[in-house]
């Protein structure tokens, strides 16, 4: 099986009695590093971020949580945020001692950091640093510390000696800045001073280069191995000097940064500043508070840059990704193409294909390179068109909470719900999906994915949401009126059965009869309706998440969602590794009975359920003409142990060990590739 490389992985941990301070400290690492779930058409850096924040025990949640496993991820960080609950549990303090042990074994590509927020409860050689919980910058200096040791790793130094055992080396920043302007010094000075405090080491021109040094050579070999902040003063672009070490910067595909500190005015820019992220410098003395978020963006999008590339060149290593692509860290432009033909043989033919990050560069640049004779990609675009007609449907929800705390998810079921819709989008696909319309839901975010895309050029077709009966009466016209070109509502009428309950119309009335067992009949009775009618529609299914216990209908939506696509013949891609109801049908898949699809424990864990089902098997037998089949959540399992691994991978693409991957991985990455290696593998049958 090709399985997706994954660069680096960072694991958060805290006991979960703190949880009140560190989890928005986690959250704000999670959403710096990897990205903003609710954000998908932003680009994030995309590195995988999981929590250690309770108890793998389910009846015990300060139980020490699950261990922390990296197989497939060559580098590994670990975060401890330790408050004064951890350092008194003895179980946990054990538990981050067998992290930072395991850490010591591989030090070169592992970092186990602690910071100590409990007032000076942590002591000896486990502790990193030391933060004031009170501090009101608490958050900024606690991700300058995270996004250094990250730079540490992705950067690869070595410390020279490798009996010191001492890991990899920090970062080193060349500081380029012109003496024309006194700004460029005074500012260069004070990021050097400022620096000093941190685990970075500098390169400065003014300390570095001595006199009678071969200027040059020395700038090369410096430049050669450092991040590059080009601090851009009025007269930067006119100092030659200053111009020689962005072209050496560009050449050697070092990651660059620009603090923008212009004064006045710029006579003119320069093509070495293009495509480079930058940070204005705020106006003021160059004091901490001015200094800092400069130099958190700076070390930001140097990790930005390192991660790009490291996962650019595993994906290329792995075949996944054209072996004869030219890879770029940042948006290619023209110089790269001039370079490129400098450099290639002469037998070379064909326009050069240039790989860079995702997102795609906006129509209006990326035609101007494809006139030059270049043909440009980012590691989706690869799937750009190739479903176009493919009607699929997505089955994806959050699932139990508490689940998910003990898994250490978070924003990942989020995450990955956006991600998947939006790769899919973006290959052509129609989405098909029953979840409820209302502000903040999946669906909002998925028909506004339609609108953004739309609006950049493309034509999709809207999403096609499957509303079942009542939900649909919840519907505000005021609301509806303007999305109705992204947005496709297919009311699925319920059986007549089910609308003896209805009562009056209007909004309403799921609160009305979620309230009664009769009620909750007419609810379940609609939901089935509505999910054949779904299946009826499309030919592959995605599932993820999902409620487990305490849903609307009579089985879990997930099961039997996927029973109605199994025996439909469908493509059904079961991802179990971020819980849910998805899990358990996974587990099922793969031969085994779990406790939670049984009805004895759906009735323990719901009571109003069980009363449902009541009802429901008093009509089953009142009125056989309905033909009601019988709530049998032993049948349902005998019939996902009966397909297992070999049926799902007869239809859906995947290999048995790759479904077994799906089922268990909470990469998202690495789900969506499998997803769309499925897909496109199994294109025709979508059709």
């Known amino acids: 099986m090709i399985r997706y490389p994954i660069p680096m992985q960072v694991h958060v941990i805290w006991h979960p009695r703190g949880d009140a301070l560190c989890r928005p400290l986690a959250e704000r690492i ?45 580098l590994d960080l670990r975060i401890a945020l330790v408050t004064e ?38 002591e000896g050689e486990r502790l990193s640093v030391r933060l004031d919980p009170s501090d009101p910058r608490l958050a900024e200096r606690l991700l300058q510390h995270v996004l250094l040791q990250c730079c540490r790793l992705l950067g690869g130094r070595g410390r020279g000696d490798p009996a010191e055992q001492r890991g990899a080396a920090p970062l080193k920043l060349f500081l380029s800045h012109t003496k024309r302007d006194p700004e460029g010094l005074e500012i260069a000075t004070a990021i050097k001073a400022y620096l000093d405090t941190l685990a970075v080491d500098r390169f400065f021109d003014a300390v570095s280069i001595q006199p009678g040094d071969y200027l040059t050579r020395e700038l090369q070999s410096a430049i050669a191995e450092s991040a590059v902040v080009c601090i851009r003063t009025d007269n930067y672009v006119a100092s030659p000097w200053c111009r020689q070490e962005l072209s050496f910067a560009r050449r050697r595909r070092r990651p660059m940064v620009v603090i923008d500190a212009l004064a006045r005015r710029e006579p003119r820019s320069s093509s070495l500043l293009a495509h480079l992220p930058g940070v204005r410098l705020a106006q003021g003395g160059l004091d901490q508070a001015r200094l800092e978020p400069a130099v958190n963006y700076v070390i930001l999008e140097i990790v930005r840059f390192l991660y790009a590339n490291a996962q650019l060149t595993l994906l290329q290593a792995a075949g996944l990704i054209p072996g004869d692509a030219i890879l770029v860290t940042r948006p290619p432009e023209a110089r790269d193409l001039a370079e490129f033909r400098s450099a290639a043989p002469p037998a070379q033919s064909g326009p050069p294909t240039f790989l860079y990050p995702d997102p795609m560069l906006p129509a209006e640049e990326a035609t101007d390179l494809e006139a030059l004779g270049a043909l440009l990609a980012t590691p989706t675009s690869f799937w750009r068109e190739r479903l176009t007609g493919a009607r699929i449907r997505l089955s994806l929800s959050p699932g139990d909470g508490d689940e998910l705390r003990r898994l250490g998810l978070a924003f990942h079921v989020d995450d990955a719900m956006r991600v998947i819709a939006r790769q899919l989008l973006a290959a052509g696909a129609t989405l098909h999906y029953g979840g409820d319309l209302f502000p903040g839901s999946l669906t909002e975010a998925l028909f506004e994915m339609i609108g953004a895309y739309n609006r950049d050029g493309l034509k999709l077709p809207p999403l096609v949401n499957h509303t079942a009966w009542p939900w649909y009466e919840e519907i505000d016209d005021g609301w509806l009126a303007p999305r109705l070109r992204m947005l496709d509502i297919r009311k699925c009428v319920p059986p007549p059965d089910a609308m003896e309950f209805s009562g009056a119309t209007g909004r309403g009335q799921v609160l009305r009869l979620s309230g009664t067992p009769q009620g909750r009949y007419a609810l379940g009775r609609s939901l089935t309706s509505m999910r054949q009618q779904a299946a009826q529609a499309t030919r592959a299914m995605i599932v993820l998440g999902g409620k487990p216990h305490s849903f609307s209908g009579f089985y879990p939506g997930i099961l039997e969602e996927v029973l109605l696509s ?34 004895a424990w759906q009735e323990r864990i719901s009571p109003p359920y069980g009363e449902t089902l009541t009802f429901y098997d008093e009509k089953r037998v009142a009125e056989p003409s309905l033909l009601l089949p019988a709530i049998d959540y032993d049948a349902a399992v005998a019939r996902l142990n009966q397909h297992g691994v070999g049926g799902l991978a007869t239809a859906n693409g995947l290999n048995d060990e790759e479904n077994h991957f799906l089922f268990h991985t909470a990469s998202v990455d690495a789900s969506l590739y499998l997803i769309m290696k499925g897909l496109v593998t199994m294109r025709s049958k979508l059709l």
Request: with cysteine; glycine share 10%; net charge negative.
């Open 30 to 74: 999670y959403l710096t590093l990897n990205r903003d779930p609710h954000q998908p058409l932003l680009p994030g850096i995309n590195m995988p971020v999981f929590f250690r924040c309770a108890g793998a025990d389910s009846g015990d949640v300060t139980s020490v949580p699950h261990p922390i496993s990296v197989p497939d991820t060559k």
């Open 85 to 122: 609950h951890l350092v008194v549990d003895p179980a946990w303090r054990e538990y981050l001692n067998a992290n930072s042990d395991e850490v010591d074994q591989n030090p070169d590509e592992a970092i186990f950091f602690s910071v100590d927020l409990s007032r000076g409860g942590l």
């Open 566 to 599: 199994i025996d439909a013949g469908h493509m059904v891609y079961v991802l179990g590794g971020f819980g849910g109801a998805a899990h358990l049908v996974a587990a099922a898949l793969a031969g085994e009975h779990p406790e939670a699809l049984t009805r």
